[in-house]
C-alpha cells in the first residue's frame, strides 16, 4: 500500500492559478497510472486528470481541459496538478490516487484507484 499526501490547496481569485502536488511515499508509484479527482460541496467526487506510469499519456475532464495540467516526477515519487484560470467552479476538495496495477492506461473511473489521499481544499473565488 501506498500513502498520499497533496499539498498546495488555497484560497485564491478566479483567474489565479495553483500547483497542487501529490507525494507517495510506502513503495514507488514509478509503474502506476495516478490520478487526480476533486469532490465539491453538495456533489460526488469527480475524475479530474490522469498520467500513465511514464507521464507520455494523459486524460482530462472536460471541463479542465486546456487549464489543468497533469505530470508526475517519478524519481520524487511525486505527481502535480498545474491549475491555470482558477473559476470559481473549481472549488473543491482536490485527492490524488493510486492505481496499485502495474503499466494500465489513462483511468477515469473511482473504482479503478487503489489508494488515496486525504485531500487537500481549493477555494476560488468570484
Known amino acids: 500500500q501506498v500513502q498520499l499526501v497533496e499539498s498546495g490547496g488555497g484560497l485564491v481569485q478566479a483567474g489565479a492559478s495553483l500547483r497542487l502536488s501529490c507525494a507517495a511515499s510506502?513503495?514507488?508509484?514509478?509503474?502506476?497510472?495516478m490520478g487526480w479527482f476533486r469532490q465539491a460541496p453538495g456533489k460526488e467526487r469527480e475524475f479530474v486528470a490522469s498520467?500513465?506510469?511514464?507521464?507520455?499519456?494523459?486524460r482530462y475532464a472536460d471541463s479542465v481541459k486546456g487549464r489543468f495540467t497533469i505530470s508526475r516526477d517519478n524519481a520524487k515519487n511525486s505527481v502535480y496538478l498545474q491549475m491555470n484560470s482558477l473559476k470559481p467552479e473549481d472549488t473543491a476538495v482536490y485527492f490524488c490516487?493510486?492505481?496499485?496495477?502495474?503499466?494500465?492506461?489513462?483511468?477515469?473511473?473511482?473504482?479503478?484507484?487503489?489508494?488515496w489521499g486525504q485531500g487537500t481544499q481549493v477555494t476560488v473565488s468570484s
Open positions: 490516487a493510486a492505481d496499485s496495477s502495474n503499466y494500465r492506461g489513462t483511468e477515469s473511473r473511482e473504482d479503478e484507484y487503489d489508494d
Open positions: 510506502g513503495r514507488t508509484i514509478s509503474r502506476n497510472t
Open positions: 498520467i500513465t506510469f511514464s507521464g507520455r499519456d494523459t
